[in-house]
């Protein structure tokens, strides 16, 4: 297998880094894991509607239909959670460095 350089911005490929150390892994074998497991969004869509049958399998309800009372739950416990924590968020926000560096994946 061949070497590849993929360019993206330093804080990114630090990040990577830091994932793979901490999973154990070296950045080019973590790299290989996501490669395996990460889904094209046909796939996920696939996946989705397989458990939502087992779902209706079992329950006898769609789980995919509108339920009015629920759907007000889960928005009232999503308004709840965010407004402890206004400036939450599990991501970063993304930013085009021009000054990216290489990621080199090498064994």
Same mark, same amino acid.
């Given at each position: 297998m061949s070497d590849v350089t993929i360019w993206v911005p330093s804080e990114t490929r630090d990040r990577l880094a830091f994932v793979a150390e901490a999973?154990?892994?070296s950045l080019r074998a973590w790299l290989d894991q996501l490669a395996e497991t990460v889904r094209?969004?046909?796939? @996920?869509?696939? *996946?989705?509607?397989? =458990? $939502?049958?087992?779902?209706?399998?079992?329950t006898g309800r769609d789980?995919?239909?509108?339920?009015?009372?629920a759907d007000a739950v889960l928005a009232r @416990?999503?308004? *709840?959670?965010?407004? =402890? $924590?206004?400036?939450?968020?599990?991501?970063?926000?993304?930013?085009?460095?021009v000054n990216a560096s290489a990621l080199t994946v090498r064994p």
């Open positions: 999973e154990g892994m094209t969004p046909a796939e @996920r869509a696939e *996946e989705a509607e397989r =458990t $939502r049958q087992i779902l209706l399998e079992w789980p995919a239909a509108s339920d009015v009372d @416990r999503i308004s *709840e959670t965010t407004s =402890t $924590r206004p400036n939450y968020s599990p991501f970063k926000p993304v930013t085009n460095d």
